[in-house]
């Protein structure tokens, strides 16, 4: 089976740095995804890996090294609206058919 | 911009009703899926498919059954609903592209079973 890993809630201060990890057993590996959550919302994808690494999109990256299982993504400088709920999700089968972990909730405070 | 939306934002059924839940996309998306979200349980597989009438069960298709008739229109099909199924219902859908695993999402639909 598959299985993901990563922590239920984490704290933060406005205009700091995040960081969300996410440890995966699956029987096979194509991509590491991150998606966002607000409150009421629907997810929205906000990145990808496939390969070893760090992307960097804006004020989030994302980490990937597929030696270790292991991924992070990376907030830096804070913002209220950055409070939501994070999901990594890994495709190990094709046909971008992943499986979520159970989501971090990041709440960002004054 | 892609969209994804669903016939309901809120659905109250009582047990042993049929339900359905419908899911457009309008993005000519070839890989349609189905999930429902519990608190704590994050988002779970129900179903997905890649074609025109082609399905595959996800990770909890127990219950459920879909219909993808056409390539925009993947319906989720509830024969007899319970009370474990009220839950949110999340749509989606992607294209079939390499080194891409986006997924665009519907904006869900809570059903309550009665």
């Known amino acids: 089976g598959q299985s993901l890993e990563q922590p239920s809630e984490v704290t933060a201060v406005e205009g700091a740095i995040v960081q969300i990890n996410c440890t995966y057993q699956?029987?096979?590996?194509?991509?590491l995804s991150w998606y966002q959550q607000h409150d009421g919302g629907a997810p929205t994808f906000l990145s990808y890996n496939a390969l070893d690494g760090l992307e960097e999109t804006g004020r989030f990256s994302s980490f990937l090294s597929r030696s270790d299982s292991y991924g992070y993504l990376l907030l830096q400088e804070l913002q209220m609206k950055d409070s939501a709920s994070y999901f990594c999700?890994?495709?190990?089968?094709?046909?971008?058919?992943?499986?979520f972990g159970t989501g971090t909730k990041l709440q960002v405070i004054p | 911009d892609v969209k994804v939306t669903q016939s309901s934002r809120y659905l109250v059924k009582r047990t042993g009703e049929k339900v359905f839940l419908e899911c457009v996309q309008d993005?000519?998306?070839?890989?349609m899926f189905w999930y429902r979200q519990d608190p704590g349980l994050g988002l779970r597989l129900i179903y997905f498919?890649?074609?025109?009438?082609?399905?595959e069960k996800g990770d909890i298709p127990e219950g459920y059954s879909v219909s993808r008739e056409k390539k925009e229109r993947f319906s989720l099909i509830l024969e007899s609903a319970s009370t474990n199924q009220t839950s949110m219902y999340l749509c989606?859908?992607?294209?079939?592209?390499?080194?891409?695993?986006?997924?665009?999402f519907g904006p869900g639909t809570r059903l309550t079973v009665l």
């Open positions: 993005m000519d998306h070839e890989n």
């Open positions: 498919s890649y074609d025109v009438k082609m399905k």
């Open positions: 989606a859908s992607s294209p079939n592209r390499e080194a891409e695993d986006t997924q665009y």
């Open positions: 699956t029987s096979g590996f194509y991509g």
């Open positions: 999700a890994v495709n190990s089968g094709g046909y971008q058919k992943v499986t």
